[in-house]
């Protein structure tokens, strides 16, 4: 019977429908394949899988996660906000899966709640999976990132590796926690907060060498920092720009490269990669230009690649 309804529901699908593909072979279709299948096809309120008591199934609320909406700007109540926040903070800095942490990760980056981007910061620091015996907490962004000035805060380090998929005493392998860091600094480019400039400008290392944020030596790290800082339209982030920039020419042509271009998308200034030409425009007044359209974007892009 199982064999029948599994090809009976693939019939269905529409061809390319890798999701549904994916609850059809999946343990919760042999388990309960009808309330799957309604599941898939009308998906449950992601709001009530998150809260949900007991927890549902690790499937079940990375899924929910990756399609739900911010509660407020659903208008839902102020009691879900703060409830789902609470949930994604858990998962996003001490889940043992790493699915569910990235999960977590990208559904912050969605938020406009001020809290989100200090949730980001603690995700970015606990990405080494390695346990905590305070147990997780939401942190208070004032506690990572300073009230003025390029930089972020450190909080302790810790040693140990176990390389295992799921976090145990020691933690997960060095390249799941940089893939995770870079995860948390791609979601706080999207909040566009000044915290989060702040925060990525210390990974970048624009924010002096005693403010060095752990992990920010991987190279995948560092330029997602940079890629990040592109993104998030503050004035501090084209500050770190300039800086790295300067620091970068004749050293890391990757870095050097992301700068720039992170530079002139966010002031629109078509100046080429020279350290005192774009120094001379931050003397001048930062000035941010409008968001790119999806057009300009695909051009920039294009005009990337053919340089290459």
Not at 34 to 42: D, G
Not at 181 to 194: D, I, K, P, Q, W
Not at 235 to 263: C, F, I, M, N, Y
Request: hydrophobic share 40%.
């Amino acid at each position: 019977m199982y064999r029948a309804l599994t090809i009976a529901a693939a019939a269905l699908l529409p061809a390319g429908c890798a999701g549904t593909w994916d609850a059809v072979t999946s343990r919760n279709f042999r388990d309960a394949p009808f309330k799957t299948l309604r599941n898939e096809m009308s998906p449950e309120d992601a709001v009530a899988v998150l809260k949900a008591e007991p927890p549902r199934s690790g499937d079940e609320r990375a899924k929910a996660m990756l399609r739900l909406k911010e509660p407020l700007r659903d208008r839902r109540s102020q009691e879900d906000q703060d409830q789902v926040l609470a949930v994604l903070s858990r998962t996003a800095t001490a889940d043992k899966s790493v699915v569910l942490r990235n999960a977590a990760i990208d559904a912050l980056g969605r938020f406009e709640d001020p809290r989100a981007p200090a949730v980001l910061m603690q995700a970015y620091q606990s990405a080494d999976g390695r346990e905590n015996a305070a147990g997780p907490k939401v942190p208070d962004a004032a506690t990572i990132v300073p009230a003025s000035g390029l930089s972020a805060g450190r909080l302790p380090t810790r040693s140990g590796l176990d390389p295992s998929l799921l976090a145990g005493p020691t933690g997960f392998p060095d390249d799941t926690a940089a893939a995770l860091r870079c995860r948390c600094l791609e979601s706080l480019a999207h909040t566009n907060s000044v915290e989060a400039a702040r925060f990525l400008a210390a990974v970048a290392g624009a924010s002096g060498a005693d403010v060095v944020p752990v992990g920010s030596d991987h190279p995948e790290v560092k330029q997602a920092a940079v890629r990040g800082l592109g993104r998030c339209r503050q004035q501090e982030a084209v500050l770190a720009l300039v800086h790295v920039l300067g620091a970068e020419a004749g050293k890391d042509p990757s870095l050097a490269r992301g700068a720039h271009t992170g530079l002139v998308r966010l002031t629109g200034k078509k100046l080429p990669p020279d350290p005192q030409m774009w120094n001379e425009v931050v003397q001048a007044g930062v000035t941010l230009a409008p968001e790119p359209t999806p057009f300009e974007n695909a051009l920039q892009n294009a005009t990337f690649w053919e340089k290459k």
